[in-house]
């Protein structure tokens, strides 16, 4: 089945080291590419990154469309604009994510990124409300929701982020938390085709610590049921990913009780995130 796995470099890496692990990825994407291609991949570099990291994969879709063209012995002419737009957009091996969003569409935000922006960099995605950003710039529900919604409207599939702390943990709260930050992110007039949902426990992320398959397969469910009782109408298509200290010897047994997985720490090397992506 097709998963989702999303790289979120987080504050690291610069040009010279985004070169570096997009040369190790097309090494090792070539290698797997019978288990690799037939998921999502998905980059989320840093903002300053995107514009050169969609060309460098720019490049890569342009020779698949020369490959298609020969395979099909037509001229590049004969493809209509959608046509080259689909190949070389959609048939990039990994696809372009942000890690964040403004919630208006323009005006006076001194260093914020606005989703538009972010499409016009070849962005598909966008992470919202990750628990770093509640946390560090006490992004709340609300705030969550207008990111959804801009995101939307720009065209960009919005990652949802959930997860509860230790203590909700501790306290068996953590269905009702995760339950109704899923239900106040999505209030309102949203609706889209395709929304994903990272289930990241802020206790898990960054620590080593994951939760166990059935911890994970719960609130995936919980999350899951919820959708389908309240939101099935506006958002026909959900993906629940996991996220928090996923690396390749834990991803194997937590692929299978969820759509996809978020990776912070260890899809900073391309050849563990390759291998993640193997399965
Ligand atoms: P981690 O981060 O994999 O380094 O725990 C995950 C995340 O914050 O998305």
């Not at 709340?140 to 939307?152: C, E, G, N, Q, Y």
């Not at 949902?197 to 469910?221: F, H, L, M, R």
């Not at 996923?246 to 937590?254: C, G, H, L, P």
Request: aromatic share 10%; with cysteine.
């Amino acid at each position: 089945m097709t998963k989702i796995i999303i790289a979120n470099w987080k504050m690291n890496y610069s040009f010279d080291e985004a070169d570096l692990w997009l040369s190790e990825f097309f090494k090792f994407y070539g290698a797997a590419y019978e288990k690799v291609s037939k998921h999502e991949l998905v980059l989320c570099p840093p903002a300053i990154l995107l514009d050169y990291i969609d060309s460098e994969l720019m490049e890569d879709g342009f020779q698949f469309l020369e490959e298609v063209a020969k395979k099909d012995s037509r001229s590049l002419e004969d493809f209509s604009a959608e046509e080259i737009n689909e190949i070389v957009m959609n048939q990039r091996p990994i696809k372009l994510g942000a890690q964040d969003c403004h919630y208006e569409e323009s005006g006076s935000f001194t260093g914020d990124v606005s989703a538009k922006m972010l499409k016009d960099v070849g962005c598909k995605y966008v992470i919202i409300g990750h628990s770093e950003r509640r946390s560090a710039y006490l992004e709340s529900d609300a705030v969550v929701t207008k990111k959804i919604s801009t995101a939307i409207k720009a065209d960009l599939t919005p990652i949802l982020c959930v997860g509860e702390s230790k203590a909700s943990r501790d306290a068996a709260q953590h269905l009702e938390f995760v339950e109704s930050q899923v239900v106040n992110a999505l209030l309102g007039d949203l609706s889209c085709e395709k929304l994903i949902i990272a289930y990241e426990p802020i206790w898990a992320i960054g620590s080593g610590i994951t939760p166990s398959v059935a911890q994970i397969d719960e609130v995936t469910k919980a999350i899951k049921k919820i959708l389908q009782e309240k939101f099935a109408a506006k958002f026909p298509q959900v993906f629940v990913l996991y996220g928090g200290s996923v690396s390749s010897a834990n991803s194997a047994e937590i692929l299978p009780v969820c759509d996809g997985l978020l990776i912070g720490k260890a899809s900073l090397t391309a050849e563990e995130y390759i291998k993640i992506a193997s399965f």
